[in-house]
């Protein structure tokens, strides 16, 4: 099934499966795909399927529309093409021909009785590395002030999204006297080389007492504000 990667500064923040033949993309709650960003227009592009190819078509929109940084009002998608959409962006995943692809011939396998030889340094740094990753213990972030849902979220997914929509993995409290959020605010990255925390709804998300404009590595101990919720996040070596 085809697909869309919503991304922001180049982390996947969504997952959008096509189920059908038109899709809107714009701030506005109304849109298929919703970014809450008031660079991106009400209704910004619409995405369409015409035959066998999908197109994205610029709905008037104020910042434009651009294909693989190219400003366009109506394009053709093909596998890995990117929408950009203000800061954000829209990869094409099309996999609906894998099928008939023809696969490579496959690399020679070893014999069955084949030995193969491990030397002892290199058998003892993958017990170390194996031991190393059973010990290890996802992040978590505590809710120090506004609980919504509970007070301690593990960070075991590769995105945790945060903000007011019951969507997302963990919510938060709204401010002002209507108690708004966006519903979709931040997101926290689990990474190789660390967890990141991403904002999705531009200058929203504060660490450690400022506003967080990109994506940043999240050491033991930070303090992150979003609306009205405030959490700590905690990654403590294995023991």
């Known amino acids: ?10 982390a996947v923040i969504k997952e959008i499966p096509v189920t ?11 849109n298929d795909i919703v970014i809450d960003n008031p660079t991106v227009s009400g209704h910004h592009c619409k995405i369409s399927l015409v035959n066998d190819t999908f197109f994205v078509e610029d709905l008037n929109s104020s910042n434009g529309v651009f294909v693989n940084a190219k400003k366009t009002m109506k394009a053709g998608l093909k596998h890995n093409d990117i929408i950009g959409i203000a800061k954000h962006a829209l990869k094409f995943i099309d996999d609906r021909k894998e099928s008939t692809l023809v696969s490579a011939p496959a690399a020679p396998q070893p ?7 491990i030397s002892p340094q290199k058998q003892q740094e993958i017990a170390v590395a194996a031991a190393s ?12 002030k506004g609980v919504v849902d509970a007070p301690e979220y593990e960070l075991k997914a590769s995105s945790t999204y945060i903000g007011k929509s019951d969507k997302v993995q963990i919510r ?4 002002g006297l209507f108690g708004s959020a966006p519903e979709n605010a931040a ?9 990141f925390l991403v904002p999705v709804k ?11 404009s990109g994506k940043e590595l999240l050491k033991d101990g930070d303090v992150i504000e979003v609306g009205g919720t405030t959490l700590q996040f905690e990654d403590k070596p294995a023991v």
């Open 1 to 10: 099934m085809p697909k869309f990667l919503l991304q922001f500064e180049g």
């Open 20 to 30: 059908k033949g038109e899709l809107t993309v714009g701030r506005k709650s109304d």
């Open 111 to 117: 014999a069955a009785d084949a030995t193969m030889m």
């Open 133 to 144: 990753a059973a010990q290890k213990k996802p992040a978590v972030v505590r809710v120090i």
């Open 172 to 175: 938060i409290k709204g401010t």
């Open 187 to 195: 997101m926290i990255a689990n990474r190789a080389d660390g967890y």
């Open 202 to 212: 531009e200058n929203y998300a504060r660490l450690n007492g400022r506003v967080v």
